[in-house]
């Protein structure tokens, strides 16, 4: 079948082999990637692999089949959810105003192109979006099986494929619940934590509530961290940050001081909330170390709560697909630095099953469409204290139903869209494809950030593997980028010199910003790339930063890396001699 596009297509053409060689990508990886491009990314028809070889009969066929499968009465659940599926094909066709005046506000930024590398712009597979359009045309809710049917069903058999990837055994036990965002996971998070600890919370709130107590997370976390305290009533005041260490991890030691010294002030702790996959840095907290600490201080203390591990996945989840890759073997040819670094994610997300619930965004790491994102409970047992009588509710009886998510979760409404999307990426990708498509951004990354570190005057501030390259550019005539990003870190005496450096670094962005090619890819400018290791360790060093996941952002590394060579040579230029001169006295001193 030919599906050759035409010029007014030219976005779904992004896919360009010849310009990836000249990454020094090894070509087994790239026949790989190129099928994925192609069949899942494009769709088109290709006989390159039983992958794809029958993905797109029509967007017309596939809504026709799911209406007729929804017309089928009371179809019985499968309440075997050890095991995921479902079938589906493709096509749409929309009445030509409703498109004349509906397009224009499809003025948003393209995910598809690969040239915007600011925070979390996944493309989209397209079976996930053929998931998510079918689900909005059946149009099920997710409240109970009375009116979400197999819907429901499918949502747990997501649930338990998304927990086995993630490395939980006991798939009976596991449970979890589709909801709009990673936010709304972190929020589930604190309240089974706070409902924990106090189980008649739900019926007298938090005035009834006499014991002090506190949460705990780390300064690296998402802004979700604190505003979803302030959302359920405890506020941002009532939470202990942790610092984080050089590499943006959680301060291990710091941790356990600060809960053994809550417990010994009698200060409750009900939920701990760690990062996998942060924004900014892309680094894992150790989930391992902070499981044993928590058992080693309940054991020490064993009149206090123990606190509910939460794991904060949204990004880094995605991670767990390479938690069995073989590293000696390779078998997806992926670069010696990337796979000298991938010990390092094995060693912490091989860990996941130790968190009591986690938040993953499937929309971010997974190349679903927004949104899709789900929090995994480890043992159901804990939505007992957030689940209503039968008698509380006047519309239904969920004790009538198989599958009643009504009864213990936050909303009465929840669409299934993200859940369609992600079981349609999950059957189509699998783990190999996931590895693959995932690779393209860790391998882009560190090739990035290899060509920074070949400039001496680029520090690259997280050298761990990644999807960020977070680099704080120095001006032109600096030649121990590494040195001097050490010395900010470290050294108190320094930190004036330092916010001077800063001064400069936000100056070159904004000038960057304003004389960049429109065919150069977009960077991010973040206050907090690493904490000042001294002191509290609340002094922030801001970088430029580079999100690279997208599988066709590879082919314009090297046209980035020109135009920023030439752009801020021209921005000093533009500079005072004055102001270049203390610089130098700055670097020289």
Same mark, same amino acid.
């Given at each position: 079948?030919?599906?050759?596009?035409?010029?007014?297509?030219?976005? /779904?053409?992004?896919?360009?082999?010849?310009?990836?060689?000249?990454?020094?990508?090894?070509?087994?990886?790239?026949?790989?990637?190129?099928?994925?491009?192609?069949?899942?990314?494009?769709?088109?028809?290709?006989? @390159?692999?039983?992958?794809?070889?029958?993905?797109?009969?029509?967007?017309?066929?596939?809504?026709?089949?799911?209406?007729?499968?929804?017309?089928?009465?009371?179809?019985?659940?499968?309440?075997?959810?050890?095991?995921?599926?479902?079938?589906?094909?493709?096509?749409?066709?929309?009445?030509?105003?409703?498109?004349? &005046?509906?397009?224009?506000?499809?003025?948003?930024?393209?995910?598809? $192109?690969?040239?915007?590398?600011?925070?979390?712009?996944?493309?989209?597979?397209?079976?996930?979006?053929?998931?998510?359009?079918?689900?909005?045309?059946?149009?099920?809710?997710?409240?109970?099986?009375?009116?979400?049917?197999?819907?429901?069903?499918?949502?747990?058999?997501?649930?338990?494929?998304?927990?086995?990837?993630?490395?939980?055994?006991?798939?009976?036990?596991?449970?979890?619940?589709?909801?709009?965002?990673?936010?709304?996971?972190?929020?589930?998070?604190?309240?089974?934590?706070?409902?924990?600890?106090?189980?008649?919370?739900?019926?007298?709130?938090?005035?009834?509530?006499?014991?002090?107590?506190?949460?705990?997370?780390?300064?690296?976390?998402?802004?979700?961290?604190?505003?979803? =305290?302030?959302?359920?009533?405890?506020?941002?005041?009532?939470?202990?940050?942790?610092?984080?260490?050089?590499?943006?991890?959680?301060?291990?030691?710091?941790?356990?001081?600060?809960?053994?010294?809550?417990?010994?002030?009698?200060?409750?702790?009900?939920?701990?909330?760690?990062?996998?996959?942060? $924004?900014?840095?892309?680094?894992?907290?150790?989930?391992?170390?902070?499981?044993?600490?928590?058992?080693?201080?309940?054991?020490?203390?064993?009149?206090?709560?123990?606190?509910?591990?939460?794991?904060?996945?949204?990004?880094?989840?995605?991670? &767990?697909?390479?938690?069995?890759?073989? =590293?000696?073997?390779? @078998?997806?040819?992926?670069?010696?630095?990337?796979?000298?670094?991938?010990?390092?994610?094995?060693?912490?997300?091989?860990?996941?099953?130790?968190?009591?619930?986690?938040?993953?965004?499937?929309?971010?790491?997974?190349?679903?469409?927004?949104?899709?994102?789900?929090?995994?409970?480890?043992?159901?047992?804990?939505?007992?204290?957030?689940?209503?009588?039968?008698?509380?509710?006047?519309?239904?009886?969920?004790?009538?139903?198989?599958?009643?998510?009504?009864?213990?979760?936050?909303?009465? $409404?929840?669409?299934?869209?993200?859940?369609?999307?992600?079981?349609?990426?999950?059957?189509?990708?699998?783990?190999?494809?996931?590895?693959?498509?995932?690779?393209?951004?860790?391998?882009?990354?560190?090739?990035?950030?290899?060509?920074?570190?070949?400039?001496?005057?680029?520090?690259?501030?997280?050298?761990?593997?990644?999807?960020?390259?977070?680099?704080?550019?120095?001006?032109?005539?600096?030649?121990?980028?590494?040195?001097?990003?050490? @010395?900010?870190?470290? &050294?108190?005496?320094?930190?004036?010199? &330092? @916010?001077?450096?800063?001064?400069?670094?936000?100056?070159?962005?904004? /000038?960057?910003?304003?004389?960049?090619?429109?065919?150069?890819?977009?960077?991010? /400018?973040?206050?907090?790339?690493?904490?000042?290791? /001294?002191?509290?360790?609340?002094?922030?060093?801001?970088?430029?930063?580079?999100?690279? =996941?997208?599988?066709?952002?590879?082919?314009?590394?090297?046209?980035?890396?020109?135009?920023?060579?030439?752009?801020?040579?021209?921005?000093?230029?533009?500079?005072?001699?004055?102001?270049?001169?203390?610089?130098?006295?700055?670097?020289?001193?």
């Amino acid at each position: 079948m030919d599906q050759t596009l035409n010029s007014n297509e030219a976005a /779904y053409q992004e896919f360009d082999i010849e310009a990836l060689k000249n990454l020094n990508l090894d070509p087994e990886y790239l026949k790989l990637l190129e099928v994925i491009e192609i069949g899942a990314l494009n769709g088109e028809m290709i006989d @390159k692999t039983e992958h794809f070889d029958a993905f797109f009969p029509s967007i017309k066929d596939f809504l026709y089949k799911a209406v007729e499968y929804s017309k089928k009465p009371n179809k019985n659940l499968d309440m075997d959810f050890l095991n995921y599926g479902i079938q589906v094909q493709e096509e749409l066709g929309i009445e030509k105003d409703a498109m004349a &005046s509906i397009l224009p506000y499809y003025n948003s930024l393209d995910s598809r $192109t690969g040239k915007d590398w600011r925070n979390v712009f996944p493309i989209t597979l397209l079976p996930a979006l053929l998931g998510a359009m079918g689900a909005c045309l059946i149009n099920p809710n997710l409240v109970t099986s009375k009116y979400g049917k197999r819907a429901n069903e499918l949502e747990v058999r997501v649930v338990k494929s998304l927990a086995k990837i993630l490395g939980y055994t006991d798939l009976e036990k596991v449970s979890g619940l589709a909801i709009e965002g990673g936010t709304k996971g972190n929020m589930y998070g604190y309240i089974l934590g706070l409902n924990k600890a106090f189980p008649d919370i739900r019926e007298y709130g938090l005035m009834g509530v006499k014991q002090e107590f506190k949460f705990i997370n780390s300064q690296s976390g998402h802004f979700s961290n604190f505003t979803t =305290l302030a959302a359920i009533g405890v506020g941002r005041k009532n939470a202990i940050r942790i610092p984080c260490d050089e590499n943006n991890v959680i301060n291990i030691e710091i941790f356990r001081k600060e809960l053994e010294e809550s417990y010994m002030n009698n200060v409750l702790i009900p939920t701990v909330l760690i990062t996998i996959g942060t $924004t900014d840095a892309c680094s894992l907290d150790n989930i391992k170390e902070v499981h044993q600490v928590l058992n080693e201080l309940s054991k020490k203390y064993p009149n206090m709560h123990k606190p509910h591990l939460h794991v904060d996945a949204a990004i880094g989840w995605a991670f &767990s697909f390479y938690n069995n890759y073989d =590293l000696k073997q390779n @078998k997806l040819h992926f670069k010696t630095s990337v796979i000298e670094k991938m010990q390092a994610i094995q060693n912490v997300c091989q860990n996941f099953n130790l968190a009591d619930s986690i938040t993953l965004d499937v929309h971010k790491t997974g190349f679903a469409p927004y949104s899709s994102s789900f929090v995994i409970v480890k043992n159901k047992d804990d939505f007992k204290h957030l689940t209503w009588d039968s008698g509380d509710f006047k519309y239904f009886n969920p004790a009538e139903f198989q599958i009643s998510p009504v009864s213990y979760s936050l909303e009465c $409404t929840r669409s299934s869209a993200g859940v369609f999307a992600t079981a349609m990426a999950l059957k189509s990708l699998g783990i190999e494809g996931y590895q693959t498509l995932l690779g393209a951004g860790l391998q882009y990354t560190e090739i990035l950030k290899d060509k920074f570190n070949e400039l001496d005057n680029v520090a690259v501030v997280n050298p761990n593997l990644g999807f960020t390259c977070l680099f704080r550019p120095y001006p032109s005539f600096v030649t121990s980028a590494d040195t001097l990003i050490e @010395k900010e870190k470290f &050294s108190e005496d320094f930190q004036l010199q &330092s @916010k001077q450096i800063s001064e400069y670094v936000k100056g070159l962005y904004k /000038y960057w910003k304003t004389h960049k090619s429109p065919s150069i890819p977009n960077v991010d /400018y973040v206050a907090s790339a690493a904490w000042g290791q /001294y002191g509290e360790g609340t002094y922030e060093i801001p970088s430029w930063k580079a999100y690279i =996941l997208n599988p066709r952002a590879g082919k314009y590394i090297n046209a980035f890396i020109k135009e920023f060579n030439a752009i801020r040579m021209e921005y000093e230029n533009h500079l005072p001699k004055e102001y270049l001169n203390e610089l130098k006295e700055i670097f020289t001193a």
